[in-house]
């Protein structure tokens, strides 16, 4: 049950406690990207907590696709509102992401002081493929929800071939809810009416914001704020912005350093842009860190804040019922697109095969916590890498 009466399906509870400790939990066994993030929050807020339903899931998810910033955290952010209304909006977003940010500040710190990042290849050869499982039996939950008829099948194969050649993730959105949009409002038009008119997706780009006057602490804000406000896609998307502006621009960082920043976001719980933290600290040090992960993360919570009031008017008229549709579908594939390449990475022998199948099976015939799979394939890892030194 949606909204914020304080009941679940395990009983009652108090909903602002509950975000946060949703939310908390979510953000420290995060692993996988936005992909798994948004695997995770389906299995623990729809099918076990039943916050909302399959339908309403695929409706946000959808909706935060429309918006610049990183998507999973934006739908943590929007399902804390739909349980706790302004104040769940606010605890949900900083819950997911304060695990993630306290880690990825260890990590920094260890990196400035010894020059190197703590080896976590044997936690990740575990995860990997565990993560992988959970987004895969995400997609198969979300299938049905999103698949509505030939026309949303249809659209979501050719958004899948085309995030797999290289099209930029946005634009595929975009091509998907106009193009189902188009072909409804054709098939709907009266006897002798002309062709659909589809208006323009209005993209949101910002101008180069120019250096600040004060010091390198309010020019850092002012960056990832920047950034936080127009970026849409993937992590690779980001690099291109953090390399653009503090190795090329400002020189603060090398390219090295960045590859590593970039790397730390993606093998650390949570969302990726914690490599903003990461960036922050290395140039400005624990100021630096707090008021990079600020900037790049507050665009979120307003845009959130103002989607949350149009989201259900979206649904009731149907060209923008049309769009979100086709928008669900492409979302879906392009989740499966990044599911192919975790895959790639992660099957790396039989023992990360099954792994895999067991997270599956245990899946289908069990109500098991995601976080039990996470934690018994992060040991598996240690034990492997530990018997291999």
């Known amino acids: 049950m949606s909204g914020s009466d304080g009941e679940t399906r395990d009983g009652p509870a108090h909903p602002l406690r509950e975000v946060a400790g949703v939310f908390l939990k979510l953000g420290l066994i995060g692993f996988g990207g936005p992909a ?29 696709n429309l918006i610049p910033g990183p998507n999973s955290t934006e739908l943590a952010i929007h399902l804390g509102h739909e349980r706790a209304g302004r104040r769940g909006l606010i605890v949900a977003g900083v819950c997911f992401i304060f695990p993630a940010f306290t880690i990825v500040l260890a990590l920094a710190w260890a990196y400035v002081r010894y020059g190197q990042t703590p ?46 050649i290289g099209a930029d993730e946005l634009a595929i959105l975009a091509t ?151 928008v669900n579908a492409t979302a879906l594939a392009l989740m499966a697109g990044v599911t192919l390449q975790l895959a790639g990475d992660a099957f790396v022998d039989p023992i990360t095969v099954g792994l895999a199948v067991l997270a599956l099976l245990l899946q289908w015939r069990t109500r ?3 976080v039990w799979f996470i934690a018994v394939a992060a040991a598996i890892g240690l034990v492997r890498a530990a018997l291999s030194y």
Do not use: C, N
């Open 36 to 64: 798994a993030h948004i695997a995770m929050m389906r299995e623990e807020l729809v099918r076990r907590r039943g916050w909302v339903s399959d339908e309403r899931f695929v409706d946000l998810m959808g909706a935060v």
């Open 119 to 164: 080896a976590v290849e044997g936690l990740l050869y575990g995860i990997k493929p565990v993560v992988v499982a959970i987004v895969v039996w995400a997609l198969v939950g979300l299938l049905r929800t999103a698949i509505r008829d030939r026309l949303t099948a249809a659209v979501a194969v050719a958004a899948l071939a085309a995030y797999l």
């Open 176 to 326: 998907g809810g106009l193009v189902v949009t188009a072909v409804r409002t054709w098939e709907s038009r009266p006897p002798g009416g002309g062709p659909p008119a589809v208006a323009a997706l209005p993209f949101l780009v910002g101008p180069r914001l120019p250096d600040p006057t004060g010091g390198r602490l309010a020019q850092l804000f002012l960056d990832f704020l920047k950034i936080g406000s127009v970026l849409y896609g993937s992590g690779y998307v980001l690099l291109a912005f953090l390399e653009g502006d503090f190795v090329d621009r400002l020189g603060w960082i090398t390219r090295t350093q960045l590859l590593d920043a970039v790397s730390i976001g993606q093998v650390t719980p949570g969302p990726l842009f914690t490599t903003a933290t990461f960036v922050g600290y290395v140039v400005a040090g624990f100021p630096g860190a707090v008021l990079a992960t600020a900037g790049i993360f507050a665009p979120s919570f307003l845009l959130v804040g103002l989607l949350s009031r149009v989201v259900d008017r979206i649904r009731d008229r149907a060209w923008s019922s049309a769009f979100l549709d086709g």
């Open 368 to 370: 098991l916590s995601t």
